[in-house]
Nanobody, 126 residues
């Protein structure tokens, strides 16, 4: 079992930055691919970014590429999402997720993830 707790959300103006954090507890953190997803009101939960177990590989959605960066610290059981140049369309609840599969190519699919956090709200004003 893995417990995930997100933090760092809030209200920011367009063009601003936020850094989301996700603290993991439970089984060996380095054994999990980690991902960030988001869900806006009335929309499905969508992939934002993922990072491999070692941190050597990352991927991100086209909508955030060049603006968002995912990283992890296996010594601290933490994963981060640095969000720059925020836009109003980035407004959503952001979720951290952990996947026990080693298939990183599939890390953009929600079905790959075994554990989810409770989410943190990010609101970007225009």
């Amino acid at each position: 079992q893995v417990q995930l707790v997100e933090s760092g959300g809030g209200l920011v103006q367009a063009g601003g930055s936020l850094r989301l954090s996700c603290a993991a507890s439970g089984r060996t953190f380095s054994g999990y691919t980690m991902g960030w997803f988001r869900q806006a009101p009335g929309k499905e939960r969508e992939f934002v970014a993922a990072i491999s177990r070692s941190g050597d590989n990352t991927k991100s959605a086209d909508s955030v590429k060049g603006r968002f960066t995912i990283s992890r610290d296996n010594a601290k059981n933490m994963v981060y999402l640095q969000m720059n140049s925020l836009k109003p369309e980035d407004t959503a609840v952001y979720y951290c997720a952990a996947s026990g599969t080693s298939w990183f190519l599939g890390s953009q699919y929600r079905s790959q993830y075994d554990y989810w956090g409770q989410g943190t709200q990010v609101t970007v004003s225009s």
